[in-house]
């Protein structure tokens, strides 16, 4: 089983920044896609941005230019940095991640599709 956990969330004034961090575990093969989606209070999740194995990133528009999205493939790690914070950045996050696990021996492998419980951004004055 893989388990997913974010942390880095927190309150900020409009204009800082926060880091946040998704922490996987388990018997990991492979992580093929790392991502962030967010969901703001009335309204659906939506994309934040991906990253790929390889480093292929992918943003949504409103975040483009202040957002960066990482990951530390040894550590089975990623990172969403975000500056220039505006009160329209406030949502739970969500981190999320697709690859293969196995459970008894790596070349017994399984597809994977996995969301943490989230991390509360807030922005405001």
């Known amino acids: 089983q893989v388990r997913l956990v974010e942390s880095g969330g927190g309150l900020v004034q409009p204009g800082g920044s926060l880091r946040l961090s998704c922490v996987a575990s388990g018997n990991i093969f492979s992580i093929n896609i790392m991502g962030w989606y967010r969901q703001a209070p009335g309204k659906q999740r939506e994309l934040v941005a991906t990253i790929t194995s390889d480093g292929s990133t992918n943003y949504a528009d409103s975040v483009k230019g202040r957002f960066t999205i990482s990951r530390d493939n040894a550590k089975k790690t990623g990172y969403l940095q975000m500056n220039s914070l505006k009160p329209e950045d406030t949502a739970v996050y969500f981190c999320?991640?697709?690859?293969?696990?196995?459970?008894?021996?790596?070349?017994?492998?399984?597809?994977?599709?996995?969301w943490g419980q989230g991390t509360q951004v807030s922005v405001s004055s």
């Open positions: 999320n991640a697709e690859g293969l696990w196995y459970i008894n021996a790596p070349y017994e492998r399984f597809g994977f599709d996995t």
